[in-house]
Every structure is written in C-alpha cells, then in structure tokens.
C-alpha cells in the first residue's frame, strides 16, 4: 500500500519539487502525493478521502492556517494521522505551538529534501506501528464479541425450568442451580431432567480447564451424559457409556468430574455415581446436621477409557436438601490468598432453616463466598445445584 501524503502549501512550486524529488518512490508506488493551496481545500480532501496517512502542512496559508488546519485534524481523532508543519526558519513560536497541539514533527524553509524524506519515513513507521495496534484492537474487540456470543450461547444451553411431572409429583420436590463463569465462559455445567414419572435426574459436572475449551467439552459432556442418561437406567452405566465416548474424542488430555444421581421421587431414595467430583452435601431437615455422601472412588470421565463405575445410595427424608457444588465454592480465594472451604460451607448449610428453599440456600452460600472474598478476582467457575425432597 502506498504512503499517502496530503501537501498543503499556497506556494506552487512545492509540489513540482516534492514530486520531482520523490520520483522513484511515487514510480515504486511507495509514495501517493495529493496536492490542496490552503486550509479549506485541504480540509475538504480529508474529508472526502480519510485515508491520507500524511499530512504536509505549511502554517502561514491564506483562507485558514496550518494551525486551524491542525486543530480541525486532532477533531478527527485519528492516531495514525500523521501532521508535519512547514514553517519559514526561526518562526518558533508558531513551531511550538503546533508541536504542542500534537503535530507529529517540522521542518523549516527552504525545506531540506533529505531531511523530510528521513522524517516522512520516521512518520510512516510511526503509522504503522498505530495500524498495527488497531488492527489488534479491532481483532480483539471481534473476540470479545464472539466471547459475548459464546456466553448467552452457554447460558441457553443449562436448564432454566424445571421438568414438567404430574402434580402430585411436582409438589414432592424444589429445585435451584446457577453458574457463574470466571471468564466470558467456563468448563462448569449443571443439568436436572425427568428419567420417567418419577424419578428426577441430576447433574453437575467440571471439566479441567479454563476459558473456550473448557466451554467446548463441556457442553460436549452434557450432551452425552444427557442422551445416555435418558434411555439408561443406571448411574453406573451412564458413566461408563459416556466415558468412553469422551476418553475416545478427548483432545489435550481435558477430562470431566461429574456426579450423577437419580432422585426417586416417590420414595426419597437416590441413587449415584461419582467420578471424581466433589462429594455432595446431605442436609437433615430433623436437625440441621450435615453429611457428605459416601464417594463411589471413581475417576473422572474422559481420562482413560475401559473404566467400569460403581453406584451407591442413600435417602432423603421429607424437608432434607441435598447440595451439588463445583471445586469453585471451596477454593474461591480472599484477597489473603485463604480458600472458602469445605468447613465453612459445611457451617452454612447446617445453619439453614427447615423451611428454606433451594433458592434461599444458594443465595445465602452465594452471600458468604462474596463478602469472604471481598472484592478479590474469581479464579475457577462457580456451580451450585441444590434440590429438596418434600
């Protein structure tokens, strides 16, 4: 792309010399030199055409001056616009003036050839290196907004109403999950869907990583776990089927950490698998106490295939809730570098009321991370799903 230089000058004879002494770069195609007598008509060329890299500028012209000309462009807002004045030898005053108002550099008359030419091409790396970064600019701002995309796309994706049973089912249950990425995006997912009449299936799940490629395998892993999970009766079973399929199409050795149980809701009883994932929290109604389910030690999907998962279970009585939670809770950091933990969520649940809903228990873990943390940056996604038996 040729260098293009607006030469404004009342003086005529300036432009038979700048295009006779820059010949072979005009010849090259380096060089694009247009031509304005004053201000005003330079002013309209930019107008017209705004992509002039240059601009040639004597400060002493009739009709408007280099100076106004010079305020006129900095009104542009154009960075890689480069101004250099041309003013008569030892008329400092107007030198500084423009230099102060941002002109990129002068030169005196009688103008030394050399010289310019040395200063137009110290202006046209200048104007490329400004280019240059707004053109990363305008790449990044494409990422972020693809990012923003990539969001609502996630957002969509996880549940947001609860599956529809009959009446007198849907009566026997509460039901409350949220996500909060630390980036644009995040590898943390939550997924709850009705197996048949009555049984609910839930699910949460972290995949390592951070950013897109966590977000690319995650939805990747609901998707599996979701279609096995609907014709597949076992937690086991699903986990094993899913595994394979992740450990077979796994790039970068991304692996999964997912609990998957099934909450029958005409009994209470709950059956799961646990593939490496943070063990659940059981909350009794009766007392207020908390346990942790009992883990199923196995590992993660994703990570090596041929694996066989084990399933276990348990029971909620009426009013017991029973909370799911990615690693982000409890090692979400203060500004003194000290983790949440497991104890102090333990402590918030166990200090819930019997009557508090799922929607409640959350916003009030989601209380103490944010007055714990107090401001410092969040380092790992944040998932919580928690569902009361009635």
Known sequence: MALKILSVDDEVDLEILLTQYFRRKIKKGEYEFSFAHNGVEALKMLLEHPDFDIILSDINMPEMDGLTLLSKINEMRNPALKCIMVSAYGDMDNIRSAMNQGAFDFTTKPID????????EKAAEQIAFVKKAQEEHSQLTSIQNDLHVAQEIQETILPKELPAFPDEIRRRFDLAAGMKAAKYVGGDFYDYFKIDGTRLGIVIGDVSGKGVPAAIFMAISRTILRTIALSC???????????????????????????????????????????????????????GSTTTLEPTGDIALGAVPGITYSEKETVLAPGDSLLLYTDGVTEAMNSAGEFFGSSRLLEICSGSS???????????IGDSMTAFTAGASQSDDITLLAVTFR
Do not use: W
Not at 354 to 361: C, G, K, M, N, R
């Open 113 to 120: 050839l050399g010289d310019l030419e040395r200063t137009i």
């Open 233 to 287: 009766p076992s937690c086991a079973d699903c986990l094993r089927q899913a595994n394979e399929i992740l450990s077979n199409d796994s790039v970068e050795d991304m692996f999964v950490t997912v609990f998957y149980g099934i909450l029958d809701l005409s009994t209470g009883h709950i059956k799961y698998s646990n593939a490496g994932h943070n063990p659940p929290i059981v909350i009794r109604r009766t007392d």
């Open 354 to 364: 019997t009557d508090d809903s799922p929607e409640a228990l959350l916003a009030r």
